[in-house]
């Protein structure tokens, strides 16, 4: 429970509240496991671009088992088996959301490895697919390649035959994505990036993934080849950058923005029919999300410091 803003040491884990109230359209559903993001701290921090109001049970994806329906639910069942993701409230024993926001386990799909698979595997999946619409062949440059949505970014880029240049902080996280099917690894602490790049990929990248900002923003982008794609999806780090716009036009870039909320109200056939390719991808085994680290319910600030402190590597879970 978060009843005042700040780091993740504000919240408290408290064994008796009120559980949440069942309305039409929605469902309750005992949850098995929770996966803890980086927009959780944020909003924790009251740094998120919307505001949770207070108090609130922070978490936003979850797995589980239905155990009650609201007025008017046909789509799921009681007993079925679900993912599903909310602004907060995921972090508990239960949750109660819309169905809407459900998907169906697919048979022989561990809890955990649910939690930790819709968010970041379908903002990668949507970006890839979508929004840069990568082709196989192409060179993809994926920035936070250690974190949730770039180890995702990595393992989908592979699988859709682009060649995936990978960069990160630590070469524990570099050696995770070339798990997952990186073939050129990039510490950026280990020098300039631009160079760095520029010896990895020396006629240039087509698409860059961007979901960290800050000073990786840049030198990913003049790493571009001429008519290249920047998609921006995040600012991990904190900052957001600033790009000087003659770097578009010299390299006739097309600077590209990632919102899932923009993507469900503008294309909701793209979506549906990446939600369909990625759910078969998931329930053949082809992807599935690289779990970190685990941790107890009761650990959760824990938890949220490991990601906010920036160890995480793919997903973290809460074991509930």
Request: aromatic share 6%; proline share 5%; charged share 20%.
């Amino acid at each position: 429970m978060c009843r005042s803003y700040g780091a993740p040491e504000v919240v408290n884990v408290e064994g008796d509240f009120d559980r949440p109230t069942l309305e039409a359209g929605q469902a309750r559903v005992r949850v098995r496991a929770a996966a803890v993001n980086f927009p959780d701290v944020l909003i924790v921090a009251d740094e998120y671009q919307m505001k949770a109001p207070l108090p609130f049970v922070p978490g936003s994806e979850f797995a589980g088992v239905v155990t009650e329906l609201g007025e008017g639910v046909e789509s799921v069942a009681i007993g079925d088996r679900v993912s599903g993701t909310c602004f907060v409230g995921a972090f508990a024993e239960e949750v109660v959301t819309a169905t809407t926001a459900f998907t169906s386990i697919p048979d022989g799909i561990d809890e955990r490895v649910a939690a930790a698979f819709g968010v970041a595997h379908r903002t990668a999946y949507h970006v890839l697919r979508s929004i840069a619409g990568v082709q196989p062949g192409e060179k993809l440059i994926v920035l936070g390649a250690g974190g949730g949505v770039g180890l995702a970014a990595v393992q989908l880029g592979a699988v859709l035959g682009a060649t995936v240049t990978a960069v990160a902080s630590t070469d524990e996280k570099l050696g995770v994505a070339a798990q997952q099917g990186a073939t050129n690894l990039v510490n950026h602490r280990s020098g300039d990036l631009r160079s760095l790049l520029r010896a990895a990929l020396p006629d240039g990248a087509d698409v860059v993934v961007d979901p960290v900002g800050g000073q990786l923003a840049e030198p990913a982008l003049r790493a571009l080849r001429w008519g290249g794609r920047f998609v921006t999806v995040g600012y991990a780090s904190g900052v957001i950058p600033r790009i000087p716009l003659n770097l578009v036009l010299l390299k006739g870039a097309h600077v590209l923005g990632f919102q899932f909320i923009d993507f469900v109200t503008h294309a909701p056939d793209e979506l549906q029919r990446n939600e369909c390719e990625l759910l078969d991808l998931l329930a053949t085994r082809r992807v599935a999300p690289h779990i970190g680290a685990a941790f107890a319910l009761d650990d959760v600030v824990a938890a949220l410091r490991y990601v906010a402190d920036g160890k995480a590597i793919g997903k973290v879970v809460l074991d509930v």
